[in-house]
């Protein structure tokens, strides 16, 4: 399947007025799992923009400790997701508990960044633009435009690389994997 980029949404859309953002509900972890990650497939291409900014902003006032914290954290999340196909324990514990799993791979990358004192770009340049996505898509209220285009990544007819991304974390929408099942089957 061809892996297409998204489309760069409106910085008017992205960052709308305040009428558009909404704590979300805390005590409804599963509708509140489904924004964060339907708002991080629909503005995955604005998420890109700011992280590559601040990345650039950090990697241009220290550029070794950035590099290197990059690929640290590049080789701990390729080593977890294999050892999750690969370890049956891993790969239960990714299933059941799929937000510790990605705490997980930030804690480890955290930890050996720290070995090689580059603490403070870590949390600068590769955590604070993660927190930025999350917290926006958290706060981010969902328009009929976004849960289109979710839909039709979940039902498989188009692939984006934060989709991907999503699917090695086992993070996806609730309503869109019992959509996908079903298709899969009514296919067999």
Known sequence: MDVQVAPLRSWDDFIPGHDRFALPDFKDI???????????????????????????????????????????????????????????????????YPAAF????????????SFFGGVMVFMFGITFPLFLMFVHASLRLRNIKNKLENKMEGIGL???PMGIVLDLLEQQEEGITKLADYLAKAKE
Do not use: E
Request: net charge positive; hydrophobic share 55%.
């Open 158 to 160: 188009k692939k984006t």
């Open 102 to 113: 990605v705490v997980a791979i930030i804690l480890l990358s955290y930890f050996l960044i």
């Open 30 to 96: 599963s509708k509140w799992n489904n924004r964060v990650v339907s708002n991080l497939l629909y503005y995955q291409t604005n998420y890109l923009v700011v992280a590559a900014t601040v990345i650039s902003i950090v990697g241009f006032l220290n550029p070794l400790s950035m590099i290197l914290g990059a690929a640290v954290v590049v080789l701990v999340f390729t080593a977890f997701v294999w050892a999750s196909h690969n370890k049956d324990f891993i790969g239960r514990f990714k299933k059941h």
